[in-house]
T-cell receptor
């Protein structure tokens, strides 16, 4: 069964450093998403991406965050200057059609900011 | 605002039924989902129901929706140790084209032999 692949599974970074989280969506999917889950809290929507542009973003997704689909296969989330409160599990998802019914999630990247 | 709440922990014995509960606040047309997360794995969609339905059954899983009380439940019949995981209730809304999900905190289900 096709999978959404996220790398790395765990990343530790120093506060203030830039970090890039990588995702390889399912190949025929057109809609891409990032969610995050701070330990002990809810899974929260960050951003959705379609046709090479952001279609929707939450309040969390401020100027420190950006997304890119650089080469037609990868979908990346960049945090420019990480803060301690960015420590979380970050989940990528993709879907073939618009709508959450067809989401496939990756296994997540655990980001620890020290 | 949109909010999804669920109890945090449930412990059952193997072979018993498990019932995981969730409440939501949005009253417009909506899809409601149950996801399962096993350790080290991603969020796996188990089932979903549209808000004009009362019930959906899929093998050992039964979803019940009480629209009046905005209450959603997931019943797992004949619970197995392999069902031990975190179960997330989630909702998507018409105003986002049903594209984005609002999750609860997750219910940890522990199944003992």
């Amino acid at each position: 069964e096709p999978e959404v692949t996220q790398t790395p599974s765990h990343q530790v970074t120093q506060m203030g450093q830039e970090v890039i989280l990588r995702c390889v969506p399912i190949s025929n999917h057109l809609y891409f998403y990032w969610y995050r889950q701070i330990l002990g809290q809810k899974v929260e929507f960050l951003v959705s991406f379609y046709n090479n542009e952001i279609s929707e973003k939450s309040e969390i997704f401020d100027d420190q965050f950006s997304v890119e689909r650089p080469d037609g296969s990868n979908f990346t989330l960049k945090i420019r200057s990480t803060k301690l409160e960015d420590s979380a599990m970050y989940f990528c998802a993709s879907s073939e059609e618009q709508g959450a019914n067809g989401y496939t999630f990756g296994s997540g990247t655990r980001l620890t900011v020290v | 605002g949109e909010d999804v709440e669920q109890s945090l922990f449930l412990s059952v014995r193997e072979g018993d039924s498990s019932v995981i509960n969730c409440t939501y606040t949005d009253s417009s047309s909506t899809y409601l989902y149950w996801y399962k997360q096993e350790p080290g794995a991603g969020l796996q969609l188990l089932t979903y129901i549209f808000s004009n339905m009362d019930m959906k059954q899929d093998q050992r899983l039964t979803v019940l929706l009480n629209k009046k009380d905005k209450h959603l439940s997931l019943r797992i019949a004949d619970t197995q140790t392999g069902d031990s995981a975190i179960y997330f209730c989630a909702e998507s809304y018409l105003n986002s084209g049903y594209s984005t999900l609002t999750f609860g905190k997750g219910t940890m289900l522990l199944v003992s032999p």
